[in-house]
């Protein structure tokens, strides 16, 4: 069955960095765009950073862009978010998600074709 499974988060310091990592299986991953997608309770999903099948496009929202930095590893089926410079805002359970195509109007985690379960991140002093 397709699992995504997230890994890397934890509670850091605001200006710190964290390195989260997901591994798929269970479906083609070479042929999904890929995802990263917070979301805090009692608040909708954000996308934080997508990328193309190959791993030669991506895209991250003003909030986050020049801090967090998407990429792909399709030999290992895994996708990683390399965050910097984190804010407190930065709080939220953060998932992996796929999806054939490129979305970013979400509303819902199922929007996306899978996602995972995510990982805490805690951006603390």
């Known amino acids: 069955q397709v699992q995504l499974v997230e890994s890397g988060g934890g509670l850091v310091q605001p200006g710190g960095s964290l390195r989260l990592s997901c591994a798929a299986s269970?479906?083609?991953?070479?042929?999904?765009?890929m995802y990263w997608v917070r979301q805090v309770p009692g608040k909708g999903p954000e996308w934080v950073s997508l990328i193309n099948e190959r791993g030669d496009i991506t895209l991250a929202p003003d909030s986050v862009r020049g801090r967090f930095t998407i990429s792909r590893d399709n030999a290992k089926n895994t996708v990683y978010l390399q965050m910097r410079q984190l804010k407190s805002e930065d709080t939220a359970v953060y998932y992996c998600a796929g999806h054939r195509e490129a979305v970013t109007l979400i509303t819902s985690l199922s929007d996306y074709d899978y996602y995972g379960q995510g990982t805490q991140v805690t951006v603390s002093s």
């Open positions: 269970g479906f083609r991953f070479s042929d999904y765009w």
